[in-house]
């Protein structure tokens, strides 16, 4: 593709009436020639799929790894963060609206080619890069890319997505990140097609395909919206479901909602409700369960699961009292603690920085 921005996308395929259809999302939208996708950036142009924001980001800024949030992966350390436009869901809540409704591409992004995102990020020193702000599904050829650039120069890549992803895309997707965070809305069919435009059962596929059939660590975040995805029926059988099918190690992230975008209506999560419901999931069995978008450093913190000692005292996204051993052992009782650790904590703390590429 000659014109800035363009590249042949792929997981596509003709119809017999002319259109094309797309099968990277669940979507599978089906495209006449000049249409876009309902994530407004793959497109049928003569006939093909194309990916219309290749190189185009919507800024790149070092962000602590635990803003993402993985609190189990290098924690401490730093990563380059960067998005581009457009979303596969149609999330009345959505926080970062701004980017992911975006239709002005050409205002939104700075040109970014593959090689340059890794080399910047060596220069800032980042021990990772994370494709995030809005889903990186639908701009997988633009992640791949920039994953194999960064791997090439020993750097850990890290996409944050709603894992709303056909079987046919996901493996190769997937197989390009060292980490994941998984926005699970919520645990009901309904919110999904009300609230989101979306399905549940894709997102289920993609959690149990990440935790039964790759190597990739992954942790799972769930926005609670008051009167919408908090009701203790819901909550229960989504820690009942996620501790069959997920098992005990995999960090939840329960965090707060503010009122934004389609949704201004709602108030905002208490921290009562955070941790109520983090107490029950951790009394569903799970080990990790931490509270997000409040000040809470005993629910932000991490705990060994053998012991309870503390290993990783947190207070927002700085680390304070770190007690892994260079194994990523608690030093109290010897336990393996799940997750990547490299030995020794980070040290970027809260910090937010702008990075040039």
């Keep these: 593709m000659k014109e800035a921005g363009l590249y042949e996308g792929r997981w596509w395929h003709p119809l017999e009436d002319g259109r094309i259809q797309c099968d990277l999302c669940p979507r599978t939208c089906r495209l006449r020639e000049g249409q876009r996708a309902f994530c407004f950036v793959r497109q049928n142009r003569e006939g093909r799929m ?27 350390t ?21 980017i992911s409704k975006a239709r002005e591409i050409e205002r939104l992004s700075d040109l970014a080619e593959p090689s340059a995102i890794a080399e910047a990020a060596q220069r800032a020193g ?21 994953a194999r650039a960064c791997h090439d120069l020993g750097i850990s890549t890290v996409a944050v997505t ?7 895309a ?3 997707f997937f197989s390009a990140m060292d980490a994941v965070n998984i926005d699970l809305k919520a645990f009901s069919e309904q919110f999904y097609q009300k609230l989101c ?68 209506e709602i108030q905002r999560t208490s921290e009562a409700l955070l ?3 983090r107490k029950k999931a951790r009394g569903a069995g799970l080990h990790h369960v931490y509270t997000g978008n409040v000040h809470d450093e005993s629910g932000q913190s991490t705990y060994c699961a053998q012991c309870g000692d503390p290993v990783i005292q947190r207070n927002w996204y700085r680390l304070g009292a770190y007690r892994l051993d260079h194994r990523g052992r608690c030093k109290s009782c010897g336990s393996p603690m799940a997750g990547r650790f490299s030995g020794r904590e980070g040290d970027w703390g809260g910090r937010r920085e702008r990075v040039a590429v």
């Design 197 to 264: 435009f979306g399905h549940l059962e894709p997102v289920l596929d993609t959690l149990r395909f990440l935790r039964h059939e790759t190597d990739v660590w992954f942790e799972v975040t769930t926005l609670l919206i008051p009167g919408q995805n908090d009701s203790a029926d819901e909550l229960s059988r989504m820690f009942d479901w996620y501790a069959e099918n997920l098992g005990p190690s995999v960090p939840l992230h329960l965090t707060a909602f503010h009122p934004d975008f389609k949704m201004l």
């Design 275 to 277: 941790k109520s419901a």
């Design 170 to 172: 996901r493996r190769e």
């Design 78 to 98: 730093s990563v380059l963060s960067f998005g581009t436009a457009g979303c596969n869901l149609g999330c009345r809540f959505c926080q970062n609206w701004d």
């Design 126 to 146: 980042s021990r990772s890069v994370a494709f995030t702000y809005n889903d990186p599904v639908i701009w997988a050829e633009y992640a791949i890319e920039a």
């Design 50 to 76: 194309v990916l219309t924001t290749w190189g185009r980001s919507t800024g790149f800024c070092l962000d602590p790894i635990e803003k993402k949030p993985l609190n189990h992966f290098f924690p401490g």
């Design 162 to 168: 709603a894992g709303y992803i056909t079987a046919k």
